[in-house]
């Protein structure tokens, strides 16, 4: 069963950190990059961060900085670090699996149901 599962948004102060978690399936998990995208009310869903598979992250422009991805292949998990929060980091945040960032705007085959990250001023 392809599955992705966040955890671990909610709603914090400006200036305060969260980390986001994404439980895989094997077969989801397994052989693909995996990556974190967010979709902020009106706008578009935007790729942040990538892992390949052998650990190397990519960070698009918008996850630069303050955000900090890593994998976790014993627990197929993929997590999100996230310092400095602001406002305009609210967002549904979601997981994504096999993600081709050779893309404009990044896509991917997998993707979870999303996180809720609430950030206020």
């Known amino acids: 069963q392809d599955q992705l599962v966040e955890s671990g948004g909610g709603s914090v102060q400006a200036g305060g950190l969260l980390r986001l978690s994404c439980q895989a399936s094997?077969?989801?998990?397994?052989?693909?990059?995996m990556a974190w995208f967010r979709q902020a009310p009106g706008k578009e869903r935007e790729g942040l961060a990538l892992?390949?598979?052998?650990?190397?992250?990519i960070y698009a422009d918008s996850g630069k900085g303050r955000f900090t991805i890593t994998r976790d292949n014993a627990r197929e998990r993929v997590y999100l670090e996230m310092n400095g929060l602001k406002p305009d980091n609210t967002a549904i945040y979601y997981c994504?699996?096999?993600?081709?960032?050779?893309?404009?705007?990044?896509?991917?085959?997998?993707w979870g149901q999303g996180t809720q990250v609430t950030v206020s001023s």
């Open positions: 892992t390949t598979v052998c650990g190397v992250s």
């Open positions: 994504a699996a096999r993600v081709d960032v050779s893309a404009s705007p990044w896509t991917a085959r997998y």
């Open positions: 094997r077969n989801t998990f397994i052989g693909n990059s």
